[in-house]
C-alpha cells in the first residue's frame, strides 16, 4: 500500500525477471523522499507468459491499489518488467497515465535469450516470460509496437553478461 503521496503521484514500480519487489527497494526510498506515493509491484516474474503477468497480474494490482483517477500514474521498471507494463498499456488506456521510466529494458529482445534459451537450466529458471524475451518475430518486444505515451529509457549497448 502506498505513503501518501506529496505530490498528488503514484509510481508504480515493476521488477525484472527473476526478481522480487526487494530488488527496487532503493528506487522505492528515493521517490517516497521525493514525496511520491511508491507502489512496489511484486509478481512471480518466472512463473507464467508476459501476457498472463501483465493482464491478470499488473491489471489486478492497479485496480485494487489505484482507483483514484485524479492522481497521475507513473511507472519505473527494469528489464523485462518494462516489457510487461508496453504489454498493458498496449491492450489496455489509463485516463491518468503519466511517464514511463524503463531501465534497461530488452526492448529490441535479448540476445543473452536467443543464446540460452533451449538450455534446460534456463527454461527452468527463467520461466515461460524469459523465453519470450528473445530478438526477432518470435519475440514479444517485436510484437509490441511503438509506444504511445511519454517514456524514458536508461539502457546500455552492451551485456554484462557477455562482456
Not at 20 to 39: D, N
Not at 85 to 100: A, F, I, M, Q, S
Request: hydrophobic content about 35%; proline content about 6%.
Amino acid at each position: 500500500m502506498p505513503q501518501n503521496s506529496q505530490t498528488g503521484d503514484y509510481v508504480i514500480i515493476v521488477h525484472g525477471l527473476g526478481r522480487t519487489w526487494r530488488s527496487m527497494k532503493k528506487p522505492q526510498k528515493f521517490l517516497q523522499e521525493k514525496g511520491y506515493g511508491v507502489l512496489n509491484f511484486n509478481y512471480p516474474s518466472t512463473k507464467h507468459s508476459i501476457e498472463i503477468l501483465s493482464q491478470d497480474h499488473l491489471e489486478q494490482f492497479i485496480q485494487t491499489y489505484c482507483q483514484d483517477q485524479g492522481k497521475k500514474l507513473h511507472f519505473l521498471t527494469h528489464s523485462m518488467g518494462g516489457i510487461l507494463v508496453r504489454t498493458y498499456l498496449k491492450h489496455t488506456t489509463l485516463g491518468n497515465l503519466g511517464r514511463v521510466v524503463m531501465l534497461a529494458p530488452p526492448n529490441q529482445g535479448s540476445i543473452v535469450v536467443d543464446q540460452l534459451r533451449d538450455k534446460t537450466w534456463f527454461k527452468t529458471l527463467d520461466g515461460p516470460a524469459g523465453q519470450q524475451l528473445g530478438q526477432g518475430p518470435e519475440g514479444i518486444a517485436s510484437r509490441l509496437g511503438p509506444v504511445t505515451y511519454p517514456v524514458g529509457i536508461v539502457a546500455g549497448n552492451r551485456s554484462s553478461v557477455w562482456d
